[in-house]
């Protein structure tokens, strides 16, 4: 069974730096993509970074160059992986609930979130000033 749990969420003020952790286990299928998405009161979840099992990368035009997301272990392991998403120079239109989310299709498929089959409980981020 896939499990997804995300930490790392708090205050910041902005201009600041926060980095989000995934702890994801019961994954190991040679494709697919992990990702991270964000809802903030009133809008529509928002996928804002994905990671293929190759280490492509995606963003959404509104994080890019701003957010990083990596993965710990060079490969996929069905004893876990941890996926970070590093927020750098963070602005208020950040502050949102994060998620992340688990997928076998690969990320270049898209990061709707209709498609994403397996969620975490995710962790809010809060920026100020």
């Known amino acids: 069974q896939v499990s997804l749990v995300e930490s790392g969420g708090g205050s910041v003020q902005a201009g600041g730096s926060l980095t989000l952790s995934c702890q994801v286990s019961?994954?190991?299928?040679?494709?697919?993509?992990i990702a991270w998405f964000r809802q903030a009161p009133g809008k529509e979840r928002e996928g804002v970074a994905g990671l293929d099992n190759d280490g492509s990368a995606r963003y959404s035009k509104n994080v890019e160059g701003r957010f990083t997301i990596t993965r710990h272990s060079a490969k996929i392991s069905p004893y876990g992986q941890t996926v970070y998403l590093q927020m750098n120079r963070v602005e208020p239109e950040d502050s949102a609930m994060y998620y992340c989310a688990a997928d076998t299709l690969e990320c270049r498929y898209g990061l709707g979130a209709d498609r994403f089959a397996h969620w975490g409980q995710g962790t809010q981020v809060t920026v100020s000033g």
């Open positions: 019961g994954y190991a299928y040679n494709s697919g993509c």
